[in-house]
């Protein structure tokens, strides 16, 4: 494990992302399959792979939890050496701490069989839908985690409508703000979204912080810098010290 700055778990050089997918195999677990991104030396670590450490990490510290506030036990969950810049864990990550603060601020929901529950849920997106669904899985994870305390089916009428509505919310806020990706400004825009939401449609109101302030991007080559809502005033991002 070794991944600071770049994507590969493998070399830690930069991934290479190409719009068809091409017949790869999994330099950790062998597995054969298609995916869209190798490294520049030609690495390829399966979903799985890059998600199980991190996983299993978000679920046990959710278990545990007693926070309200779904930004704070994001960030210390994030803040983590199974937690990569960006990657599938995230689909999960998202969920979770919403459905842990809901919980623990009044929510009516057995938390350990919810976090089964989406992790179940949350295993099933891959990484990158972002760019190749049109559907961030910071999105789809806040979706799964209000589907699963609404109780929502295929089949129900309100509990579909609302939970469409608060992933379709946090999409168009996720757009305002423009790619690359970043699993920690979408994460963080999507708890913004939830939250509010939450309390409205179901009177349970967690707690957000006063500021957010990432931590993160000097590990993400892409951020978007003074253009994101939580890169901290006054900052540089190391990249663009380098090359001054
Ligand atoms: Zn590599
Ligand atoms: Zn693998």
New binding site residues.
């Given amino acids: 494990m070794g991944a600071a700055k770049a994507n590969?778990l493998?070399?830690a050089?930069p991934l290479v992302y190409f719009e068809d997918a091409l017949d790869v195999t999994c330099a950790i677990c062998g597995k054969k399959e298609t995916g869209h991104s190798i490294?520049e030396?030609g690495?390829y670590v399966c979903d799985t792979c890059h998600r199980q450490q991190g996983v299993d990490h978000v679920i046990e510290e959710c278990k545990m939890s007693t926070s309200k506030n779904p930004v704070e036990l994001a960030d210390h969950l994030m803040n983590h050496r199974s937690i990569y810049p960006n990657g599938p864990e995230h689909h999960t990550l998202i969920g979770a701490a919403l459905m842990t603060a809901y919980k623990n601020a009044g929510g009516d929901i057995d938390l350990e069989k919810g976090l089964a529950e989406l992790l179940k849920r949350s295993m099933c997106v891959p990484g990158g839908t972002c760019g190749f669904w049109g559907c961030c899985g910071a999105a789809t994870s806040s979706g799964q985690f209000y589907s699963i305390i609404s109780g929502s089916t295929p089949m129900k009428q309100e509990e579909w409508g609302r939970t469409q509505r608060l992933t379709s919310n946090t999409l168009g806020r996720l757009a305002d703000y423009g790619g690359p990706r970043c699993c920690k400004r979408v994460g963080f825009l999507a708890i913004l979204e939830a939250v509010p939401y939450v309390a409205e449609t179901t009177g349970v109101q967690m707690e957000l912080p006063d500021t957010i302030m990432c931590r993160y991007f000097p590990r993400n080559a892409e951020c978007l810098r003074t253009h994101c809502p939580f890169f901290p005033e006054g900052a540089t991002h190391p990249n663009d010290r380098e090359v001054a």
């Fill in positions: 590969c493998i070399c050089k490294c030396d690495h």
